[in-house]
Every structure is written in structure tokens, then in C-alpha cells.
């Protein structure tokens, strides 16, 4: 069978390039890179090339890169970690509706130990009103924390604006840019970034290694405590051939980003047309513009996600129904929920995430047998077309679609 794979905001293949550049540190390069003697030395070369090498694809210098363990765990500490070191001059977060759970989670978490925070809201398109968040900045506000780009919509947010806005408020600014790395242009001197959060998985290198840029100066209380690594930011001994491996990774991000996010982006339009000239009745999630040029996330009326990527799995198709992290629950997404997506229209939403091994054909069969799929589904759906269009809110809907 086919195993064709449309989740890469989802986690991605190791890359071939980094998995021979991290080989070694599994094998004879075994060292502590915190040791002073040949073994140590060995190996602590090669963390701090994979730091400069991560620094070079944010602007920001080697010193300011702690290495961790993901995505969540940067997210965490830059809230967490701000509240404690800033709690004297006050408690207020600012975020918005649709951040990843990374962040949405920790500001619930902080709520219960006596914070405040506002989650900015969003318009059915995804997108932010700026005039809101210099609406809800108080003199307690410790902290904004927006994502750069969203990982079920795609939706890419103005981080350079939010970061001016913070600079002028002198207000800390942090970033979940997890699903940005990589597929977008990132400076966080232009755009006066305090704190960014990137994850390894996400970007062709393993898990368990993540990124948090710290920019110099920031006052920042520690998640882990132990030992003195990474100038005491975050203890425990490095994951050395993540970072290796994470390294070599920003070091093909910078090389090739423009001319693989171009192909993707082609194969990307080349699926949302395919799939709005063969199937009636389906609805764009997300800004049509302002969006990664790898993410479509779609709603096929009538029918349930869930079924749609079983269905497409027995193709051999991996997709998603909006975030891997909240997959198995039934509740909608959070995400679709703040854009005020009808809730039977969000229960049928399907993420496709093209990546860079995503080909021509990958894409042409998907739209062999996902029109098929959808209309054996919609025929057993007792919803499709009820007949009571004008008491029916989905049907009200879908006829707008
Ligand atoms: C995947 C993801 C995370 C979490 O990263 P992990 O390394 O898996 O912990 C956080 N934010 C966004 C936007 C993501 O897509």
C-alpha cells in the first residue's frame, strides 16, 4: 500500500543529513560535554556548534540559546519562569484564544496560583485585532505571549507589530514559534523577541530537544534545578545528539527554506484547488493569505473528521483532524472554536501538513480517493442535506459555503 504522510505539523522525519550528523554521539562520541577531559571535550565542541548554528538561523547570539527538552517545556519556562522573576511588578499575561496547549495550559495552571490573563480574541478568519491587545495592557501586564504561527490553521500572526507594541510598553514579549522555524523568516532582533520557543521534531531533527532563545538580560526563575548547564538556565545533562541533530537541522533550515517552502506551497495550492473543484460544500479554516505555505485545514460538511482520516488511513494517507494533542478527545478544537466555526462544521475539519519530501503524485492521489471518501461518507451521514434547511444552522451554513 501507499504510505503517503500529511501531518508534519504534527512531528516530522528525522532528515537524512541530521541523522549522519548525530550517528557519532551515539557511538564512540559518548562523552559528558560538561567533563573537562578528552571525552568531555570531544563532545562540547560539537554542542556549541549546534548552538552557533541555531543562533545564526534566529539572529540572536550563541549565548542566548538554551537547549531543552521540546517545545512544551520552552513554553513553560518562558511563562512560568517571567511570573516568578517578575511577580513584583505584577501577574498579568496577555495571549490569545488559539495559542497551542503548550501555552494555553500554562496560563490555566497560572490562573489557579492568582494570575490574570487575558486571551486576546480571534475573527472567523484566525486573525488578531492589534487594537485589542493595547486595549487589554495594564501596569501589571509582566507579559505577551503570541504564537507565531498556528499549527492546526496555519494562521501566521504580526509578531513583528506585537513586538513593537511590547518594546514601546516595555513589556517581556515571548513567542511560541514552533511551527514558524523552519517555513518562515525569523529575526527576533527586528522583531524585539525576549523569548522564543522552537522544537527539534518539528524541523526534520528528533525528539527531545527543543530550543528557548532568552534574550540577554532577561530575568528568567529556572524550570529545572540541579546542575550548572547551560550558564544556569536549565539543568540536567545535554541530550547531545539532539542538540547535534537539532543544529544541523537550522543549519538547512537557513539554506533551504526559501526554495523548499516555494515547492511545498505549490503542492499546497495544488491540493486546497484540487479538493474545492471536486467536492461541493466544503469550507477553508484559516486566512487564505496569511498561512504557512504547508498547512490546509478544511471542513467537508456532513461528515465527521474522525471518520474521514480513518477512511483515509485505510488509503494509506496519514492526516490530522486539527491538533495531534487533542486528538482522542471529542470536544472541537479550541482553535475553530474561537474563530466561532459552526460546531458540526469544526467536528468535520481535516489538517493536511505538507513537508519536504511531499511530492507531485503524493498530492494527485490524495485527490483520487478523497472525493470518493467524502461522498460515501456524506451518504451515511442522516445530516446530509435534512431537508429542513431554514430550522437547521448546518444547513444554513453550508448553503453560504
Ligand atoms: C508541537 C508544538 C508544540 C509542542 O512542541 P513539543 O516539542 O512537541 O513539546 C508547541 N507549540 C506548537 C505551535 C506546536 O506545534
Given amino acids: 500500500m501507499k504510505r503517503i504522510y500529511l501531518d508534519y505539523n504534527a512531528t ?31 563532545v562540547s565542541g560539537a554542542v556549541e556548534k549546534a548552538r552557533e548554528q541555531v543562533a545564526a538561523l534566529l539572529n540572536c547570539s550563541p549565548a542566548e540559546i538554551v537547549f531543552l527538552s521540546c517545545g512544551t517545556e520552552a513554553d513553560n519556562m518562558s511563562l512560568k519562569g517571567t511570573v516568578d522573576a517578575l511577580g513584583e511588578k505584577g501577574n498579568h499575561i496577555i495571549t490569545t484564544a488559539v495559542e497551542h496547549p503548550a501555552v494555553l495550559e500554562t496560563c490555566r495552571y497560572l490562573e489557579k496560583t492568582g494570575c490574570k490573563v487575558t486571551y486576546l480574541p480571534v475573527d472567523s478568519d484566525g486573525r488578531l485585532d492589534l487594537a485589542d491587545l493595547e486595549k487589554a495592557i495594564t501596569a501589571q501586564t509582566v507579559l505577551i505571549s503570541v504564537m507565531w504561527a498556528n499549527n492546526e490553521t ?137 498561512r504557512l505555505p504547508n498547512t490546509l485545514n478544511v471542513s467537508f460538511a456532513w461528515i465527521e473528521g474522525e471518520s474521514l482520516l480513518l477512511n483515509l488511513d485505510m488509503k494509506g494517507i496519514a492526516a490530522s483532524s486539527g491538533s495531534a494533542c487533542t486528538s482522542g478527545s471529542l470536544e472541537p478544537s479550541h482553535v475553530l472554536g474561537a474563530m466561532c466555526v459552526e460546531v458540526t462544521l469544526a467536528h468535520s475539519s481535516t489538517r493536511f501538513s505538507l513537508g519536504p519530501d511531499t511530492t507531485a503524485e503524493d498530492i494527485d492521489y490524495v485527490l483520487e480517493v478523497l472525493p470518493p471518501i467524502v461522498q460515501r461518507l456524506r451518504d451515511m451521514s442522516p445530516l446530509y442535506n435534512c431537508g429542513k434547511v431554514d430550522a437547521c444552522e448546518t444547513c444554513d451554513t453550508v448553503k453560504k459555503l
Fill in 12 to 42: 516530522t522525519p528525522v532528515r537524512p543529513e541530521v541523522l549522519e550528523a548525530l550517528l557519532p554521539y551515539y557511538r564512540d562520541q559518548f562523552g559528558n560535554p560538561s567533563s573537562v577531559h578528552w571525552a568531555g571535550r570531544q
Fill in 154 to 290: 496555519g494562521n501566521i500572526y504580526p509578531i513583528e507589530q506585537i513586538g513593537a507594541i511590547a518594546k514601546a510598553r516595555g513589556i517581556r514579549f515571548h513567542t511560541d514559534a514552533v511551527q514558524a522555524v523552519g517555513k518562515l523568516e525569523i529575526d527576533v532582533q527586528k522583531a524585539n523577541i525576549d523569548l522564543l520557543a522552537l522544537s527539534g521534531h518539528k524541523l526534520g531533527a528528533p525528539k527531545g530537544v527543543g530550543v528557548l532563545y532568552v534574550r540577554r538580560g532577561t530575568r528568567l526563575t529556572p524550570f529545572m534545578h540541579g546542575g550548572h548547564q547551560e550558564r544556569n538556565r536549565r539543568a540536567g545533562t545535554h541530550n547531545v545528539a539532539g542538540i547535534v541533530g537539532l543544529g544541523k537541522a537550522c543549519e538547512l533550515a537557513m539554506a533551504e527554506r526559501e526554495s523548499t517552502c516555494a515547492r511545498v506551497k505549490e503542492l499546497r495550492d495544488r491540493l486546497e484547488q484540487g479538493i474545492f473543484a471536486r467536492i461541493p460544500q466544503v469550507k477553508l479554516n484559516g486566512h487564505p493569505g496569511e
